[in-house]
């Protein structure tokens, strides 16, 4: 592993970004969103996926300088072609546009095709309460999870996020309706690590706790048959809304050199009274101050567990694989990005 500081590992990353032609603008904002997944404890949506944003780029099937082709299909509807963009820069330039337009409808959705991984959804949504919004995201991915019962991926991991102003912390919640990601399957194999028993099935269908072997199999729907229908429903939802593909038909969120075609849908509802906010705190705050089982040290709320890793990282440092290392060295400008200096270590 190498330990970086965080304002370093941004800076090799916005400046890899730019190397590839990526605008100054939408590279800040892809930077930001690769940084806030490491500071929060996901590298599975962090810097590992640098790598395959910038081979989607040569192989030309994103665009870096596509910001999304909008059109109003109604008074607080959005509909947008995404153009290949970028995730992030499509998705922001959308929930912009939809959080000014509930400040006069009370609610407005944006429904978005042709557009590249977003990452971490709880980045948008958290976004969305801070400014005193309430925000909902969710999107399809790949197929990567077996129906229940099933031995064969044919759905999305589907994730959904929720985020509600509060005083002094929003709540932000943000699950897929896989088990896992399979970016959390990667890094797993990446660093070498077994899975959990009952994450994933091999590409034979047999449950397994090999990542590598996960990478071309399967991943298990959370909370059994409920979780399945769940993720089932978003991705029937948004692929009709969104006008795009489903299941074994999607591509583009793993692979390096084939469109997107997965959907995304944003909504946003106008801010609620502030009397409202300050109940929900106290209410979040009565959560978080309830004794704690055995074996317990405390209780949190959705968005607590990210906020605290995050000052942790920010403070010691992001660490980062040899293979991401690497991997951020042969796309920096030649001859490589320089060795890390301080508070980095390898061990």
Sequence with gaps: MVLVEVAQLRGIVLDVLLTHDV???AARLQTDLLIAAELGGHPSHGVLRLRRIIERIRAGVSDPCATGQHAWTGTALLDVDGQQG?????????????RERARTTGVAAAVIRHNNHLGMLSWYVEQVARDGQVGIATCTSEALVHPWGGRRPLIGTNPIAIGVPAAPQPLVFDMATGLVSMGKIHDHAQRGLAL???WALDADGEPTTDARAAVNGAIAPFGGAKGYALGLSLEVLVATL???????????TLDSDQPSSKGDVFIVFDRPQQAVVEAMGEYLQSIRDTEPTTGTTSVLVPGDRARLRRELTLD??????DEVWRDLSALGKPP?????KAKSEHR
């Design 23 to 25: 605008p100054e603008q």
């Design 86 to 98: 970028l995730g992030p820069v499509v998705a922001m330039s959308a929930l912009d546009a939809i």
């Design 316 to 321: 010691r440092g992001v660490e980062v694989t």
């Design 336 to 340: 490589g990005i320089p060795p890390v």
């Design 242 to 252: 969104t006008a795009s593909a489903a299941g074994t038909e999607v591509r583009g």
């Design 196 to 198: 959990r028993p009952g």
